[in-house]
């Protein structure tokens, strides 16, 4: 269901805006397969973690939440349903790249018009500059407060999930035998203008995998994959439809987002767990200054990062950003251990540190 564009007119109107989606309460799509131990006698606890106080619980279930976020579409609705199932609160939330997205959020946040409650990104940088210009309110979820670690800009926003990058096939056109087992199998030319990429100058997932790449596998390889010909997508969901299609054989992919396409629309993919590791960064969790609607913002973070939440992505085929949650199973198959050599780690800060310079010599290779 998409609300009526005049409901938010006037908040949108110095945007392109995009409309903002509401989530069915449907408890998360068929993915999320176990139900939550929810009581509410004495505010919210779940799993028996609390979650609000009474006050704060009582409030928050006569609000909507405005949720801005970076998640991949089909990962975020799942994880939506799935907190409006155990909590009753609705969400309606507005999905885009991270670039487009920080772009229209500073926007809306200088005009004095971000209707957001809660925002979700990738990119260390992005959030930093939300931190810079104002946009978050800090606050420390309860289910992690004294895990510093978890915490960025002295609490101004969280870790919310580590994303993994790896490759995935069309099984129609590439067998499980045939299909490539590393990073580098992805360099040969029979792959040649069926390999499927993002524009890699923008997001975590950018930045981690440029990284990844040029410092593990090859100073060279996007200069080796350009001459392959690959078709570049400006989002993940255009680049997965055109592989499940079978105009690709092979292209880059989040576990997740294959996962939930498999699970949910039976996609002929299947990912691959590389030689050489996946690629994992982190997305992540804020409150706004602005919102209107700050107990279902407490409230969505506080699950968020909850036990039950951090359940939530793993299901989807996330990794949970607690040490407490086991690794995710996505399409039948546990994903390594966070500590195992199959798994690499972006760190937020090197996110500036690498960003800016791996990105020019993607551009550099893809002549863009």
């Not at 928050?60 to 909590?87: S, W």
């Not at 957001?116 to 931190?131: E, G, K, L, P």
């Not at 990284?211 to 010909?229: G, N, S």
Request: charged letters at 25%; hydrophobic letters at 40%.
């Amino acid at each position: 269901m998409r609300i009526r564009p005049r409901s938010l007119a006037a908040v949108f109107a110095l945007v392109l805006a995009l409309p903002l989606t509401a989530c069915a309460n449907s408890g998360g799509g068929g993915l999320v397969t176990d139900d939550a131990d929810v009581d509410t006698t004495d505010g919210l606890v779940i799993d028996g973690e609390f979650i609000a106080d009474q006050e704060t619980y009582e409030k928050a279930k006569n609000q909507t939440l405005i949720l801005y976020t970076g998640y991949q579409e089909a990962n975020q609705r799942v994880f939506n349903e799935a907190f409006t199932a155990d909590t009753g609160i609705k969400v309606e939330f507005v999905r885009d790249v991270t670039n487009k997205l920080s772009e229209r959020i500073l926007s809306e946040a200088g005009a004095g018009k971000l209707p957001a409650d809660v925002i979700i990104t990738s990119d260390f940088q992005v959030a930093d500059a939300f931190d810079k210009e104002g946009i978050w309110e800090p606050y420390t979820p309860g289910p992690i407060e004294g895990q510093d670690d978890l915490l960025l800009n002295h609490g101004a926003f969280a870790k919310f999930a580590n994303v993994a990058v790896t490759f995935a096939y069309n099984t129609q056109l590439v067998s499980k035998e045939d299909a490539p087992k590393s990073w580098k199998d992805l360099l040969d030319p029979k792959y040649a203008g069926k390999i499927g990429l993002t524009v890699g100058v923008a997001g975590g997932s950018s930045i981690a995998l440029n990284r990844f790449v040029l410092q593990e596998i090859d100073p060279d390889y996007w200069t080796k994959m350009a001459a392959l010909e690959p078709k570049i997508y400006d989002t993940g969901g255009a680049r997965q439809q055109a592989l499940a299609r079978g105009e690709l054989m092979v292209a880059t992919a989040g576990t997740a987002a294959v996962n939930v396409a498999v699970a949910e629309d039976g996609a002929p993919i299947d990912y691959v767990v590389p030689e050489e590791g996946l690629v994992l960064f982190s997305f992540f969790i804020g409150k706004t200054a602005t919102g209107q609607n700050k107990e279902a913002a407490e409230v969505f973070i506080n699950y968020a990062l909850s036990k039950r939440g951090q359940k939530v992505i793993t299901q989807v085929g996330d990794y949970s950003v607690r040490a407490d949650v086991d690794p995710p199973v996505a399409v039948g198959r546990p994903l390594p251990a966070l500590d195992s050599d199959k798994v690499w780690i972006m760190r937020p800060q090197d996110e500036s540190k690498y960003g800016p310079a791996d990105a020019e010599i993607w551009k550099t290779a893809f002549n863009r």
